[in-house]
């Protein structure tokens, strides 16, 4: 191989490590080569060949689908091979292997796919967890179970975890594994602390920065923002700013590349390509950009110190994203890809005192989402949550709120096994929502137009996300098949999977239309429109707010076309700073339709209590969940109800409200002694 790097001074140990032992964990700095040298090193390793002389599968967990389809592309061309010959990638609606392909870089999911399906993992000796300090969901689930798959039926099986930030003493503990450590190449980075002004907008003051370094510096910048609206922000400053006669010079040899997950693989590789010769580039990036991925050319940072991070909201039931600081991990990996081709710099908008309050590792995912994905898949393993291995515990009231929720969707049985339908449900590969969604789908039209509203909903295109009406959007998703092929696509290899895998359709069974389909995925946010009875309340007023039948209120943006609408599926609530919550996607449904599916799940009350003037209201009352769904007078009340009255009477006003004479406190007081 040409270009040495510091990772193949290490590789005979590793090798050595792996043929010794069953787990083995690789600290490598960033710059070492890990992700595209170690599975080829490893290639023709004694300890992978089977009886027969034929040799085992390595296969390479990447956390993202850019780094994992590039790392595929240049360890293929190392071998002057085409990617899928022996190095292939496989992952969500893009899979390039053949017969020939023993080493498969994979995203995180496609791991816990392949264990549910075999659970030997048959003829694969070596999982390689790359870029762990990520720490997804499914890389802590996919470890996890490939140590039970190790204990209970691969004693052969190899398990190497590597990183260049580790948290390695609990990894080391959990794993029985030492820790071999490989340094980094990397040129030194000068760092500016810029300082960050709570008043000011972040997108000025990244993009002064970026203006501040294009004039300082040579060279390319990667600048990491939290989000896509961040970027398209200094995107726009950036252009206008460029115009200007004062940096006309500039601008004639630079391009602005955004670089986030929604973008087309051809926009994605237009940002890490190297430019040609006197132009410089500029790439604006989440932290897709953080590790596992060479971008030609950088050698200036400049690090908003932010990043938006999913966290389980249990008011609303729902993961929401969030803007927070980074980590000191991630500032190290951020600051490092300076530093990659020559001595670079790094510019902070924080304070240098500030680097020291950072936390040291971000929270992993599986402590701060709803982890009703990762519950149903465990029951298909057919273990509970306490009996693997977590690097960090799932927190028992997410378990127990997911367990709840997939008990409520049938995925589960009363005593938290999977049921047949949730098999079929976790063999999907998709959110337990969608999947029951999709699975009561029961004739042709139906189950596409739900699996492109499952799409939209996973994957909402920019141009769709400021509209909150669903029925609305599903119908221009399906007029624009080319505006939105990617939807389409997703939604074609849903409907084949469920189309394989769904029961046979009962004659009697009852055909559910989209909104009702929608209904039975979020029985927990189905919406009624409240009735203001409060003499300042507007119409427009009482018509935006809304209860959930979970309990919740949330309301509807004043602009939004649904506020006349009595009854919504609610799938998208945003919690804002106020604690009051809004309704960003929902679609309309009609009291029959909702009716005709919830009957069975209707609560009869008996409401009996005395109103302010004294007189006793009884009624009859049906509710769905926490929505009063019809009420009906008490023309007679039995015993019970009348004790329940008097119960109720007594326990708001209290016994003295009772008309006492001198003879009853007389009696009271002989009672009491």
Request: with cysteine; hydrophobic share 40%.
């Amino acid at each position: 191989m040409k270009n040495s790097l510091p990772i193949d001074s290490i590789l005979p140990e590793l090798n050595q490590a792996l043929s010794q032992n069953k787990n083995v964990i690789l600290s490598a700095q960033p710059g070492a080569g890990k992700t595209t040298r170690v599975p080829l090193a490893l290639l023709d390793a004694d300890w992978l060949i089977n009886d027969d002389g034929s040799h085992k599968k390595i296969i390479m967990l990447e956390p993202r689908r850019l780094a994992a389809r590039n790392a595929a592309l240049f360890m293929a061309k190392s071998l002057g091979e085409k990617v899928g010959q022996t190095v292939g990638y496989r992952m969500r609606q893009d899979t390039k292997v053949s017969e020939h392909t023993r080493i498969e870089v994979i995203t995180e999911g496609i791991l816990t796919r392949y264990l549910l399906q075999d659970p030997e993992l048959s003829n694969i000796g070596l999982i390689i967890f790359d870029e762990h300090h990520e720490r997804s969901v499914n890389t802590d689930l996919g470890l996890a179970l490939s140590l039970q798959c190790q204990q209970l039926f691969r004693e052969d099986l190899k398990l190497l975890v590597m990183s260049a930030t580790l948290d390695k003493h609990a990894l080391e503990h959990m794993l029985e594994a030492d820790t071999l450590f490989c340094p980094g190449r990397t040129y030194p980075i000068d760092y500016h602390y810029c300082g960050f002004d709570t008043k000011a907008r972040l997108s000025d003051q990244v993009t002064d920065a970026i203006i501040t370094a294009l004039q300082q510096e040579d060279g390319s910048i990667l600048a990491f923002l939290p989000g896509v609206r961040d970027i398209q922000f200094v995107q726009q400053q950036l252009q206008e700013k460029l115009k200007n006669t004062q940096h006309s010079s500039i601008a004639a040899s630079t391009s602005i590349h955004p670089l986030y997950g929604q973008l087309s693989d051809k926009e994605q590789q237009a940002a890490i390509q190297a430019t040609t010769k006197g132009q410089r580039k500029i790439v604006l990036a989440t932290n897709i950009a953080e590790s596992s991925l060479t971008i030609e050319g950088i050698r200036i940072v400049v690090d908003s110190g932010l990043e938006k991070q999913l966290n389980y909201n249990t008011r609303s039931g729902m993961n929401a994203l969030i803007t927070k600081k980074i980590s000191q991990a991630s500032s190290i990996q951020r600051a490092g890809r300076a530093g990659r081709i020559e001595p670079g710099t790094c510019y902070r908008l924080w304070n240098e005192q500030g680097q020291s309050s950072l936390e040291a590792h971000s929270p992993a995912e599986i402590s701060r989402i709803e982890l009703s994905d990762l519950v149903l898949n465990v029951a298909q393993w057919g273990a509970s949550i306490e009996e693997l291995d977590w690097l960090t515990t799932p927190p028992s009231r997410f378990v127990e709120q997911a367990q709840t929720l997939l008990t409520n969707l049938e995925l589960l049985d009363e005593k938290g096994q999977i049921s047949p339908h949730g098999e079929r449900a976790s063999q999907l590969g998709m959110s337990p929502r969608f999947a029951h969604m999709l699975l009561n789908a029961n004739d042709k039209q139906t189950l596409t137009d739900a699996c492109l509203l499952a799409a939209l909903l996973t994957d909402t295109p920019k141009v769709l996300r400021n509209n909150d009406d669903l029925a609305s959007l599903l119908q221009q998703a399906k007029a624009q098949p080319k505006m939105f092929s990617s939807l389409h696509r997703q939604a074609q290899a849903w409907a084949k999977k469920v189309g394989s895998r769904s029961e046979k359709t009962k004659p009697e069974k009852h055909r559910a239309s989209i909104p009702q389909l929608l209904a039975l995925a979020f029985p927990d946010r189905i919406a009624q429109r409240r009735v203001s009875r409060s003499k300042g309340a507007t119409a427009n007023s009482s018509a935006q707010h809304y209860l959930l039948s979970s309990g919740r209120g949330a309301q509807l943006h004043f602009s939004s076309s649904l506020t006349q609408e009595d009854w919504l599926i609610v799938t998208d609530i945003e919690d804002n700073l106020q604690g009051s919550s809004l309704i960003r996607k929902a679609m309309p449904i009609g009291e029959p339709e909702l009716l005709e599916i919830f009957t069975p799940h209707i609560q009869v009350r008996s409401h009996i209590e005395w109103n302010d003037k004294g007189q006793l209201e009884a009624e009859t009352r049906e509710y769905l969940g926490a929505l009063l769904i019809s009420q009906k007078k008490l023309s007679a009340l039995s015993n019970d109800q009348w004790q329940d009255a008097w119960r109720n009477y007594f326990i708001d006003n209290g016994i003295k409200s009772l008309p006492w004479n001198d003879e009853h406190h007389q009696l009271l007081a002989r009672l009491r002694l």
